[in-house]
């Protein structure tokens, strides 16, 4: 079992910056791969970025690459999303989720999943 717990949303302007955190415990963390999704009123949950357990396999979606950037560390049991230029179209539930293979961690069914944190970009 795997547990997640986000950090780091709230309201921001457009243009602006966030950082969110994603802390968990319960397995190995560098054998976890690890990834963020969003989903927005009225919307499927998407996904959004990930990357495998030593950070060596990065993989985004279209619409923030070169705004979003994933990180980890290992030592911290952590995982980040750095969010830069956010547009209000950023505005979700952003949620943690966890696997232990990288292709699966990107699938709409990951194992294991964090209780989402709400990001708000006004315009």
């Known amino acids: 079992q795997v547990q997640l717990v986000e950090s780091g949303g709230g309201l921001v302007q457009a243009g602006g910056s966030l950082r969110l955190s994603c802390a968990a415990s319960?397995?190995?963390?560098?054998?976890?791969?690890m990834a963020w999704f969003r989903q927005a009123p009225g919307k499927e949950r998407e996904f959004v970025a990930a990357?495998?357990?030593?950070?060596?396999?990065?993989s985004y979606q279209d619409s923030v690459k070169g705004r979003f950037t994933i990180s980890r560390d290992n030592a911290k049991n952590t995982v980040y999303l750095q969010m830069n230029s956010l547009e209000p179209e950023d505005t979700a539930v952003y949620y943690c989720?966890?696997?232990?293979?990288?292709?699966?961690?990107?699938?709409?069914?990951?194992?294991?999943w964090g209780q989402g944190t709400q990001v708000t970009v006004s315009s």
């Open positions: 989720a966890a696997d232990p293979l990288f292709k699966d961690v990107q699938s709409r069914s990951p194992r294991y």
């Open positions: 319960g397995r190995t963390f560098r054998d976890t791969a």
């Open positions: 990357i495998s357990g030593l950070g060596g396999s990065l």
